[in-house]
């Protein structure tokens, strides 16, 4: 069913919003019973694929319990898995999972390189479902007036597509934002928020890949519209706002006016709203989301991570007092937490969705390395995420990070605390979490403020490299600000990681380096990053940066 026509049946908010809410229960009761859960989810899995062939080859039919399994199956990333899933994209059936793919979701991953996540109907019904709806109770329960009318929220994740590219055997490979739910997999209310305004589907001719210009379409209709939440998952999409709304309001007040839409007759013109909005730009000297949009409430997309470093001054450019709701803790592949209630940044394990281990942080990933289960996880401590599901992915390393916070009722409470990158010149052994937490502590004790950063290892004039961190600055960083930040932060780094302060004190590396770029630098690395082709949903804070080509692009144009 066509997200366009629920969301305009009478009383789908309402039917919407006791679909999200009963599931969140659903959840709530399922963690309750952790262990029993994990096992049902293990038991469901073995039984529903013991006779494909990754289940003969690995006798899911004598599987019993958690051990057995880990004993029989290895750990295993995406590389391990696609040879059999490149043969279910290719037409075969029965190799991972009994329920053939009805998509197959499509993910960059760490290096670029396009997966194909096969997505079936069980997964779809057993895994996804009960967690996607629930993680929107927060949101629906607290601000209910977003589901008043279908432009109250800004979606900018939400990018469906005409004619979207295969697979071998004619299964749609496409971004989850880019399924249709409903029309795939029978869900009449899994249209999200959002999906019925008018910039959702666009009137106007644009090519697939020109998301830049898309994304300039949207802002273009939204201006017009009461705007009260966004919606973007990646957080970068939504600090670009802020940027775009500069970058293009003089093409926005000309179109308002003239009532086009890309150059094209659209609706009728609006020369008041158009003498609002210069208004708004001559007065404030800048245009801010919150001059254009004074009553939005919340934002929902990753707060964690890089975004962690600069979401407290991104909710400013939307309001005072708008709330930055989690996205959960998940990936193309699978869910891990999801928050139940209003924490600013975590969720709990989402227990009946797939059967969870860990592997510390600090360890290197191997077939046979050893996991703990969810109720050995200690609170303070980062780990790898492994997880199996009945969509046929099996110990599978997703390659991302979490953070476990806190238990609560026995079930920890994790957020995503970054990919599982690792920046090693000399043996420091950096980890993307361990730099961003000194980050984020240095930037407290300084009281400085940023809208992004980066880093990579330079060599040293003489002898040694040391990190180089590129910053974009929220207001200028004074000459003293700038040697005490990095003093700060070197202290903070060799008190995460004793690697670090190893390579330090022998001169493996020196002291760290801080570049100053100016303030929209990031944005429009990220604007070029999307005009090359690349999907915004797709082009993510990345905080290592060795890639020489990719550095010059980010720091060509610098304020010191």
């Not at 295993?76 to 898995?81: E, G, I, K, L, T």
């Not at 760490?110 to 079936?120: D, M, N, Q, R």
């Not at 109250?152 to 971004?175: E, I, Q």
């Not at 670009?240 to 659209?266: C, F, M, S």
Request: aromatic residues 8%.
């Amino acid at each position: 069913m066509n997200a366009n026509t629920v969301w305009g049946d009478p009383g789908h908010g309402d039917r919407y919003r006791a679909r999200v809410l009963a599931e969140r229960e659903r959840l709530v009761a399922a963690q309750a019973d952790l262990a029993g859960q994990q096992q049902a989810v293990l038991s469901d899995l073995l039984r529903f694929n013991a006779g494909t062939e990754f289940g003969k080859q690995h006798g899911f039919d004598r599987i019993r319990t958690i051990d057995e399994f880990r004993a029989a199956v290895p750990v295993q990333d995406y590389a391990a898995h696609a040879p059999l899933i490149e043969r279910m994209a290719a037409g075969e059936r029965n190799l991972l999972s009994a329920d053939p793919p009805v998509v197959y979701f499509t993910s960059s991953g760490s290096t670029g390189a396009h997966k194909k996540i096969p997505v079936t109907q069980r997964f779809m019904e057993t895994t996804f479902f009960p967690f996607y709806y629930a993680a929107w109770a927060p949101l629906v329960e607290t601000y209910p007036e977003i589901l008043d009318r279908p432009d109250a929220v800004l979606n900018l994740k939400h990018d469906p597509l005409s004619a979207p590219p295969t697979t071998a055997n004619g299964r749609p490979h496409v971004g989850a934002s880019q399924v249709d739910f409903g029309e795939k997999f029978g869900e009449s209310l899994s249209a999200e928020l959002g999906t019925r305004a008018p910039w959702a589907t666009l009137p106007v001719d644009v090519a697939p890949g020109d998301h830049l210009e898309k994304m300039y379409l949207r802002l273009r209709l939204a201006v017009q519209s009461d705007v009260r939440c966004l919606i973007g998952i990646n957080p970068a999409m939504v600090a670009a706002v802020p940027y775009q709304l500069n970058l293009w309001w003089p093409r926005i007040v000309k179109e308002v006016r003239d009532g086009t839409l890309g150059g094209v007759p659209h609706r009728a013109p609006d020369p008041a709203r158009a003498a609002q909005l210069e208004e708004l730009a001559d007065y404030f000297g800048t245009v801010r989301p919150a001059h254009v949009w004074p009553n939005v409430r919340a934002l929902f997309c990753w707060t964690t991570g890089v975004a962690s470093l600069y979401m407290p001054a991104l909710r400013e450019e939307f309001g005072v007092g708008v709330s930055a709701l989690p996205a959960p803790v998940a990936a193309s592949e699978g869910p891990v937490g999801v928050a139940l209630d209003r924490h600013p940044s975590a969720g709990g394990l989402v227990a009946s969705a797939a059967v969870y281990e860990f592997v510390p942080a600090e360890a290197d990933l191997s077939p046979d390395t050893a996991t703990l289960l969810p109720h050995e996880l200690e609170a303070g401590r980062d780990y790898h995420v492994v997880f199996s599901h009945v969509g046929g992915l099996y110990r599978y390393a997703v390659g991302d990070v979490v953070r476990v916070l806190d238990h609560v009722d026995g079930v920890p409470r994790v957020e995503y605390a970054g990919r599982n990158t690792r920046s090693d010149a000399v043996g420091e052994r950096l980890r993307e979490a361990q730099v961003i937490r000194a980050l984020r502590g240095t930037l407290s004790r300084t009281g400085l403020q940023l809208r992004n950063i980066a880093c990579r290892v330079e060599p040293t004039a003489g002898t040694g490299q040391h990190y180089t961190f590129a910053v974009a600055p929220r207001s200028p960083w004074h000459t003293a600000e700038c040697e005490r930040f990095t003093a700060l932060l070197d202290t903070a780094l060799a008190e995460e990681s004793a690697e670090y302060a190893a390579a330090r004190a022998d001169g493996r590396l020196t002291a760290p380096a801080l570049r100053l770029l100016d303030t929209d630098a990031f944005h429009r690395d990220w604007h070029e990053a999307v005009g090359s082709g690349i999907r915004p949903t797709q082009v993510k804070d990345r905080l290592f940066r060795q890639d020489e080509s990719l550095w010059q692009r980010l720091t060509r144009t610098t304020s010191a």
